[in-house]
């Protein structure tokens, strides 16, 4: 990709690119032996982006950055520089693995519900799933690490040995922003010729433990009211008081440029 593909959001390039595209360009690349990190921001990734020099800084960091939001799109729109559509981590970890499945590489996933007693934790259920959908795709492994992991140096480093050792091709983290694309950075230099998708709650989806949207919420913009509707609690604060502003802002702005 080149500067050209890309399209200026509130100071943040993002490309012009479609899933099916983000799945060639990553299977090319690693058929050249090169790796990757894909980041999907949405409209609280954008908006706190310019706050934060550290989330800023896995946005530059990022080899694809693509819209996992259809404000950014319709934003792009009223500028005059469309981005040619929506691309999810929920949808790009069904569409990467099977793209994956047709050259006979391997994914980790590493997030989902911790496992319970007697029953297989998010990741493995969701590895299952995966593996039984897209023919060729190899599992190298999967965790759902536990809640604070990040906190006890002893079971981040078990962690991220485990990721490293496993040698995917393609990493899918999925423990909520801003903290997978911290343990991105964290695993990039060691496995320099991977890629990596921070997914959000793309393995809780695939696993069955959390339900999306349905089709003509996520297709007209409203899967954000779905997931509020699941999580008033955690979600209101940030969606309605502080992303829901700076949507509109963000659409009159590029109104106004265009």
Known sequence: MTLDDRVVLDGIAVDAITESEVVATVRAALARG?????????????????QDAEIRAY??????????????????????????????GSDLIWSLSAGLGLD?????????????????????????????????????GWRSPEYGFEHDRYLLASILRDVVEAKPDLVYVGVGFPKQEWLVSLLRPELPFSWFLGCGAAINFVAGDRERAPEWMQKSGLEWAHRLGNEPRRLAGRYLRHDAPYALRLLATNAVRR
């Open 34 to 50: 090169e790796g990757g990190r894909i980041v999907t921001p949405n409209v609280d990734i954008l908006r706190r982006a310019r």
């Open 104 to 140: 006979g590489r391997s994914v980790y996933l590493l997030g989902g519900e911790p496992e319970d007693p007697g029953w297989v934790d998010g990741a493995g259920r969701a590895a299952a799933r995966l593996a039984a959908a897209c023919p060729g795709l190899h599992i190298a």
């Open 59 to 88: 946005l530059d960091d990022a080899t694809l950055v693509v819209a996992d939001g259809t404000p950014l799109v319709w934003a792009s729109r009223l500028a005059g520089t469309p981005l040619p559509e929506r691309v999810t």
